[in-house]
């Protein structure tokens, strides 16, 4: 199985703030890596997928980059809604498997 | 838009069965992969299985096989999670999921989720 290790496990920031994530695979994966955000509660919602795009509705403030084993993960200015979780997902190979999740805090 | 209604969870005793379902709308089901995902608070998002759009294709992780199997009625726009021999670590929130294809990718709408509790 693909091994996906993401960092940090949590973050505090404030509004305002750039925040990166990052997310490291256990082998290339190329560029099949999404980005999913999780608030209390609900279910995951992708917000980037093949590692840079945004999904549609997404806003811009959101972005991904990398390819191979290295994946970041930016928010540009952090706003109150955005205080989530934030995990990283691949599906180069079955079984998809995802990163241990970023806690964002105030 | 795109809806996935979850239902069957509840709390059973370790070794029995329980069946989950998830009702789909808003979209052409049998067009579409379907995907089981569950969370628990220790170990996180797990991909559990995957159906794809016509049902010829059906993939496990490892720590279900042989006790789960993932169905779908296309006739019904529904997909079911068969969970047989089940575990206290089978503890979860169980999402389902509409693949973005045919179901080689991934997931990207989720339902609400259902809870299995396997406690004595």
């Known amino acids: 199985d693909i091994q996906m290790t993401q960092s940090p496990s949590s973050l505090s920031a404030s509004v305002g703030d750039r925040v990166t994530i990052t997310c490291q695979a256990s082998q290339a994966i190329g560029h099949y890596l999404n980005w999913y955000q999780q608030k209390p509660g609900k279910a995951p919602k992708l917000l980037i997928y093949d590692a840079s795009n945004l999904e549609t509705g997404v806003p811009s403030r959101f972005s991904g980059s990398g390819s191979g084993t290295d994946f970041t993960f930016t928010i540009s200015s952090l706003q109150p809604e955005d205080f989530a979780t934030f995990y990283c997902q691949q599906y180069d190979d079955l079984p998809l498997t995802f990163g241990g999740g970023t806690k964002l805090e105030i | 838009q795109v809806q996935l209604v979850e239902s069957g969870g509840g709390v059973v005793q370790p070794g029995r069965s329980l069946r989950l379902s998830c009702a789909a709308s808003g979209f052409t089901f049998n067009n579409y992969g379907m995907h089981w995902v569950r969370q628990t608070p220790g170990k996180g998002l797990e991909w559990v299985a995957v159906?794809?759009?016509?049902?010829?294709?059906?993939y496990y992780t490892d720590s279900v096989k042989g006790r789960f199997t993932i169905s779908r009625d296309n006739s019904k726009n529904t997909s079911y999670l068969q969970m047989n021999s089940l575990r206290v670590d089978d503890t979860a929130v169980y999402y389902c999921?509409?693949?973005?294809?045919?179901?080689?990718?991934?997931?990207?709408?989720w339902g609400q989720g259902t809870l299995v509790t396997v406690s004595s």
């Open positions: 999921a509409r693949d973005l294809s045919s179901g080689s990718y991934y997931p990207i709408h």
């Open positions: 159906i794809w759009f016509d049902g010829n294709n059906k």
